[in-house]
């Protein structure tokens, strides 16, 4: 096993640690925070693969967080499907609809790319806030979570599992050569082309399983909060999916995962402290944006490339 591997085996392993802890031993308020936290996680981490490693800026990317919840609870409260038989005709309804979006807003150039994923967004966030057999402007509100669930410590762990396993899945495919096709892509798209390769499928490939992912974590929202509501389609998010690339990093791994517990906190916890949380976040981006332009632990970062030096001189 390769020693950077090794390296990310061991940060990843006292992160999950961490969180389990947190989410098992500190109360039950703070095990829903730190729900939070991994939800959001896996939404910024989803992201990364098109915005990071892709270049594919989405500003729809709510739209597939928001559906992946409302499906899943629609399915259990309208025909009184088995949840796990819900969960996983979710996940099939999802890359059919996503794939077919994908091809969509994908047919033309990156700035049409960006401007009717938006689009589509704008739209489900209405429609579904009009759609009284959605539940309008309420939402539906339905406790989908088995009784085995009731505990908050055991919902938490089986949240836990399932991001753990998405974003290990993430890595690996971070790792392998389709998503260093799609760096070249990002990077000059022209060669790859000149190569033979069929970018606009490799797009659409990597914007399907992205926006799926997205959708698993809409569905872990909704076991979370007990029912699918219309604050999940807000177009809104989408622009804190990029918020938690831009803090951590884009195209770096552990770039969202730092970004999403930040942006999570400050959502989920600072408003308990003080009313101009937004301000904060507002400041704080300004500040990232300005004298750490790559993300906070970027390969570009100054402050990793200070870490590294001192590993280099602590090794001597």
């Given at each position: 096993m390769e020693k950077s591997v090794r390296k990310d085996l061991s940060i990843g392993a006292v992160i999950v640690l961490l969180y389990l802890?947190?989410?098992?031993?500190?109360g039950e308020k703070m095990s829903m925070t730190m729900t939070y936290v991994l939800v959001f996680t896996l939404f910024g981490e989803s992201f990364n693969l098109q915005f990071g490693y892709a270049g594919?800026?989405?500003?729809?990317?709510?739209?597939n967080f928001g559906l992946g919840g409302y499906i899943l609870v629609a399915l259990c409260q309208k025909t009184g499907m088995n949840v796990w038989i819900a969960c996983i005709l979710t996940i099939i309804i999802c890359i059919?609809?996503?794939y077919v979006c994908g091809m969509v807003c994908l047919k033309n150039n990156m700035m049409t790319f960006t401007f009717l994923s938006m689009g589509l967004a704008l739209s489900a966030s209405t429609m579904f806030s009009k759609w009284l057999f959605m539940g309008g402007t309420v939402g539906l509100n339905q406790k989908i979570a088995p009784d085995w669930m009731n505990d908050y410590r055991v919902k938490f762990i089986f949240i836990?599992?399932?991001v753990v396993v998405c974003i290990v899945g993430i890595y690996l495919l971070a790792k392998s050569p389709f998503v260093t096709m799609l760096k070249g892509g990002r990077e000059n798209e022209e060669r790859l082309i000149f190569l033979g390769v069929n970018t606009n499928q490799l797009h659409t490939v990597v914007y399907t399983i992205s926006t799926v992912l997205a959708a698993v974590a809409g569905m872990l929202f909704a076991f979370r909060n007990g029912g699918a509501y219309t604050a999940s389609l807000d177009p809104s998010l989408s622009f804190e999916a990029i918020i938690m690339c831009i803090i951590g990093g884009r195209?770096?791994?552990f770039g969202p995962i730092l970004g999403g517990f930040i942006?999570?906190?400050?959502?989920?916890w600072l408003p308990g402290v003080t009313n101009y949380y937004q301000g904060v976040l507002g400041i704080f981006i300004l500040l990232i944006v300005y004298f750490l332009r790559e993300g906070l632990i970027s390969d570009a970062s100054?402050?990793?490339?200070?870490?590294?030096?001192?590993?280099a001189a602590g090794g001597r």
């Open positions: 802890i947190a989410g098992t031993c500190l594919m800026t989405s500003l729809g990317h709510s739209m059919v609809l996503y836990l599992v399932v195209g770096n791994f942006v999570a906190l400050v959502y989920n100054p402050l990793m490339k200070l870490f590294r030096r001192k590993n």
